[in-house]
């Protein structure tokens, strides 16, 4: 999740007119999503996803929001002040704007914080419509939250932390309306049968006007937000997950603006429209090849780490992102993407200060991987990987439809079959479901890294109750759940950085997963509109929606 905003302070009267005189308040705008969300509720397991971030980003409230170059700040709409008053005990006291509300005009104020925070601390005392335990994205951060008490108006909001928590300000952000989902529920209110103006309610620029499962997802100007209003009548968020159809749509002015996974020949087709503007800029997300460790073969830390040296990620990337992106490189990193201050390079199994050379597996290593096989039991015979008997053969699966996830399942596919495994593609529609029932064997797909590293703490942390809600792969470390710990209580941030460094070094002896390569991020729109930026954060171009516009 992202948690991280553009400096939106509320404009004066003058400035206001000014804006709208510039842009026709009555024109709207489409633009591509590449994926359909299964829960419109971004705060649980299922629906947090970019797509849907896309959407809820300026309906839902965040306190803070990230900006194109990842620098976080406070909505200044939203919030008059947000204060660390205390380290021990840790206290954050926010205070709201008194005229901060929902569309149906109940205040934004601390009954919304007490709530996100029950539905996202972990806590068993807790629960959901029915009494069921809460499904949340993620706890960090709020299962350290030991109390939240409030002024009587409701405007002060003091969060008392039982341990230190680093990256507080990714918290609260964004925000569910309280008093909808405790009626319809958390876990199942916002699912797409259920999705409506009575549920999907918005206390930011934009409101729910209309979802049409399978086409789009419509938001109108909300006229009840008390900061600037949007330059746009209508955002159409339409679904299109086939990037040949994003190509045609954006040539035939079908579809205005678009935030696709950038592949080869839908860059091509897109420069040969002369009306488009593009904004390509390396992001947050990287690729990356995942092991289910629940898989026997699997298992075998060996195998993962022999199926990671047949790989030359130096090499994919010149076939893939590489032919129309420059300067992207392999992500040795988890927690960290190249370009970041933090980044060091521990694909070697260690973690210094100033570490950034290539490690073991930027390049392929065929004949090392062959060795560390017959070192641990396996047999190669006629091309054919074999242990106690057993041919070595796995699935590989990734989004059905995505060009540049094909292309890599293609090139692991053809090294694999270097090392005598034998792999078959079997993709899938529904990526989030085939993660949640950890129904593969190999996988590719992407994860965002954002400003606050503790926003991966669910990939990577063993999985409980309350902690690792996204980890897909069966993976438990102690070591790396003390480090995680350890990191998210060190308010010194060199000292928190050094910690996560030291777990991404043990998750690269462990193979837990390969990253591929920081994937280049790319906004392309018709040069008509106006105010359109990339955003490098998973937040995308819509950290800045209310902004965009047509001239008159």
């Known amino acids: 999740m992202v948690r991280g905003r553009l400096n939106r302070s509320t404009a004066s009267g003058t400035a206001k007119n000014r804006a709208a005189a510039a842009f026709d308040t009555n024109a709207g705008i489409v633009y591509s999503l590449d994926e359909e969300p299964v829960n419109f509720n971004f705060l649980t397991s299922d629906g947090n996803g970019v797509a849907m971030l896309q959407i809820v980003d300026r309906v839902w409230p965040s306190v803070f929001h990230a900006d194109p170059a990842a620098i976080v700040s ?45 539905a996202q601390s972990g806590l068993p005392q ?50 569910a309306p309280a008093h909808i989902m405790q009626r319809v529920g958390w876990n199942k209110g ?112 060996n195998l993962r780490r022999a199926i990671a040296l047949s790989i030359d990620r130096t090499d994919l990337i010149a076939q ?27 694909s070697g199994g260690w973690t210094t200060a100033t570490a950034t050379a290539g490690g073991p597996y930027d390049h392929a290593d065929i004949e090392g991987a062959r060795r560390l096989l ?33 292309a890599e399942e293609a090139y692991v596919i053809a090294q694999l079959a270097k090392i005598g495994i034998n792999a078959t593609e079997q993709d899938t529609a529904g990526l989030r479901t085939t993660l949640s029932w950890h129904d593969f064997d190999l996988i590719i797909f992407a994860w965002s890294d954002t400003p606050f590293p503790s ?55 462990d193979m837990v997963t390969l990253p591929l390569f920081q994937k280049p991020t790319l906004l392309v729109y018709q040069s008509r509109y106006k105010n359109m930026v990339n955003n490098i954060t998973t937040e995308g171009p819509v950290s800045s929606m209310e902004q965009w516009g047509l001239p008159k």
């Open 455 to 509: 926003g991966s703490d669910p990939i990577f942390q063993t999985k409980t109750r309350s902690t690792g809600a996204q980890n897909y792969d069966s993976y438990a470390n102690r070591t790396v759940d003390a480090l995680i710990g350890l990191a998210g209580l060190e308010l010194d941030h060199a000292k928190q950085v050094s910690l996560y460094n030291q777990a991404d070094a043990i998750l690269w002896k």
């Open 74 to 118: 406070m909505d200044k709409a939203l919030m008059d002040s947000v204060t660390l008053v205390s380290s021990n005990p840790q206290t954050v006291v926010y205070n709201v704007n008194h005229r901060a509300t929902w569309q149906d005009g109940v205040p934004f104020n601390a009954d919304d914080f007490v709530y996100n925070w029950q």
């Open 190 to 301: 916002l699912l797409p049968a259920a999705v409506g103006a009575g549920t999907f309610i918005s206390a930011g620029p934009f409101l729910f006007a209309s979802y049409t499962p399978g086409k789009d997802f419509v938001l109108n100007r909300n006229p009840q937000y008390w900061g600037t209003p949007s330059n746009l009548a209508t955002v159409d968020f339409r679904f299109v997950n086939d990037p040949a159809q994003v190509a045609s749509g954006l040539a035939g002015n079908e579809i205005d603006a678009s935030y696709p996974q950038p592949e080869l020949d839908l860059v091509r087709q897109l420069k040969k429209v002369p009306t488009l503007k593009f904004d390509e800029r390396p992001g947050l997300t990287y690729e990356h090849l995942d092991f289910n460790e629940a898989n026997p073969f699997l298992a075998d830390v």
């Open 374 to 406: 017959a070192g641990s039991g396996y047999i190669l015979s006629r091309g054919v990987l074999t242990r106690a008997g057993r041919p070595v053969t796995l699935r590989i699966t990734s989004t059905l439809g995505n060009t540049l996830r094909t």
């Open 126 to 175: 807790y629960t959901d419509v029915g009494g069921v335990p809460f499904d949340a994205a993620s706890t960090v951060g709020y299962n350290q939250i030991a109390s939240i008490t409030a002024s009587p108006d409701k405007f002060t909001v003091t969060t008392t932390y039982s341990t230190p928590f680093a990256d507080w300000r990714s918290l609260f952000s964004p925000m």
């Open 320 to 346: 893939t992102v590489g032919q129309y992106a420059t300067g992207i490189v392999p992500d040795n990193n988890h927690f960290f993407a190249p370009g970041q201050p933090e980044y060091r390079d521990n």
